[in-house]
């Protein structure tokens, strides 16, 4: 009988490389802005300093640096773009070849039964090995294709390599001049004699509400330590937390880091609870930026330390925008084309980051518990109301939709507010915008947004439910695009009590059904208004926000009222379901505190010479449903 093939083996981490190739992409599409804005600031120079020696090299020290720093980004855009379509055609292969490794070894059972077989079963066993071995050899060149003409294609790319540029000529040419680098350090305030260690010193034995007095008042320090990095190789106990958090996971899909695995999870608040109180503390103040991030460690501790982390983030975006000069005016630029086009960049550079310095202000103005912040992309944070214990009764966690970035952080917390207005000391509730969602509409197109995010609120369900008890009720509310977003994660083993899908784009990357989820036994409920446009994307089915909500066994819930008690108006469109007396908000409310819900009303038809028309009784006879007046269910009785 013919041997049976080895299967080509395809290890890729794939939500690694995608993230590491949206990560590229951020950079290609920001630096030139960011260039751009340098310059005008590096232009003003040429009014404030004058000295016939240097100022005519000074007044050119960017000028060389556009067209490579544009050609890089093109570059980069192009890897970009040719690594994604490896990762888009790859991953499918790697399923296939895990396939056949699985069928091989029932082959080589069968393989080996058969010898001792009729002659028909050894005829039989020859067609499944010859069939078998067909596929194994198209797959190995499939992938070897598939390699070679990426790596032909990023070997293709040209530009962006700094190339002929010069680095030293006659004062006033279109030079680089040569500098000395090492040497460079910024003067603003002073910034680097601060010593991050005597600093940490120095407000070691502050509390909570003194930590956050000092920051606002010295936002210097607080940036020094909010960007302050671990060292690979320290001392203890950064050493002991160094390791355990860069411990790599296998995965089905490639590999997970140790702060998004649940075992590296487990094991990372291990190591951190063996710590002495003195020493968590220290490390929380020192890198503020890393441990108060960290899956793993206490969401209380993760709080105090983002207390440093917000408000240096926050001088950060502060002196980024003061080095552009004020806000860009247009009429301040001349109407011919480069003019306009250097405009346009400096408008995008200073929206961009008033967008973050919006969100950072509520942070620290409203004193927001933050238990993750980062300025990576459009900004993203978590917020937290209460602290986890194992006698919490309920967690709530509301995930926001499209266009959600760093500005959005008051409204949504208001709105999670109004979902848990009746929360109790033993509720906690998170606003969960810990990844950049998609910016517009057609950007739901990409998977890259959930492929993404996915990982990440996976990662941060599994770090909460270690402060939980399993008895603690909880939910998951993904409204619009972050319904998707929290489909996607429980594919990767968030488990929850109760999802709420509100208004979803769909049910997640590759989620057709509660079997491609971890989390087959949550109770699933569906609110949406009658003439959400969101509908079209749900119809669609298929596209990377995952199938119709329907597939999930929901549990429709009318989204009612604009005022529940009062009747009138209907919720309507896609905006307002966070109304804070609205028939949505109180089955929001409802759901998460285990109380009687409000079922879907069916709309009624009726026929006349034009055909068929359906419509609400809820708009005919709203006097019906007011208030209590609407039909409600034991919320565990609502099911399917």
Known sequence: MASIDPVLRIDVPWAELTVAVEDMRAKASTTPSILDAASAAWNGLQQAYRHPGTQDRVYAALKDLRDPTVDWAVALSS???????????????????????????GLLRTAAEAEDSSTEDQDSAERAVADFNDRVRSLRDRWNSLTAGTAAELAGITGGTGDGLPVTAAIGGRT??????????????????????????????????????WAQVNPEAALVLATNKMPHHGRDPERTMGNVSSYGYRRERGSLAATLAPEGIALIRETWLNLTDLE???????????????????????????????????????????????????????Q?????????????????????????DNAVESNRQVVMVGLEGDGRIVTMNGTPSQHAKTSTILVPGTSSDLSALEDYALRLDN????RGADDVSFYWQGTDLPNEVPDNRSSSYNETGGPLLAGFDAALDLELSPETRSTYIGYSAGAALVGTA???????????????????????????????EAHRYWIQTRDDPIVLAQLLGGIPQGGDPQQMDVVRLESGFIDHAQGGPLVSG???YFSPDSTAMLNMRRVVLNE?????????AFMDEGGMWTYSPLQTRPQNYAGEKMPSVPVESAGP
């Open 490 to 520: 429980e594919r990767e083993g968030l488990n929850s009590t109760n999802i709420i899908y509100l208004a979803p784009s769909g049910a997640g990357n590759e989620v057709d059904g509660v079997e491609d989820t971890r989390n087959r």
């Open 336 to 360: 011919n084309p480069g003019e306009q086009a250097l405009y346009t960049s400096l408008r995008s550079v200073w929206d961009e980051l008033n967008k973050k310095k919006t969100g950072l």
């Open 596 to 604: 009687a819900v409000f079922p879907y009303v069916p709309d009624e």
């Open 79 to 105: 890897a970009c773009a040719a690594v994604q379509d490896f990762a888009a055609a790859g991953r499918p292969l790697q399923r296939e070849s895990e396939s056949l490794e699985a069928e091989r070894a």
């Open 280 to 334: 968590q503390k220290r490390l929380l103040l020192l890198y503020p930026g890393t441990f108060g991030n960290m899956n793993g460690i206490p969401m209380e501790q993760r709080a105090f330390a983002n207390i440093v982390t917000v408000a240096g983030l926050r001088e950060q975006v502060t002196r980024q925008m003061a080095a552009m000069g004020g806000e860009p005016v247009k009429s301040s630029f001349a």
């Open 176 to 213: 680089l001049p040569s500098v000395d680098w090492f040497h460079l350090s910024s003067t603003l305030d002073n910034i680097s004699a601060i010593d991050p260690e005597a600093v940490v010193d120095s407000i070691l034995h502050l509390n909570a509400e003194e930590l956050r007095e």
């Open 419 to 422: 979902i848990t207005s009746d």
């Open 574 to 576: 896609h905006e307002e």
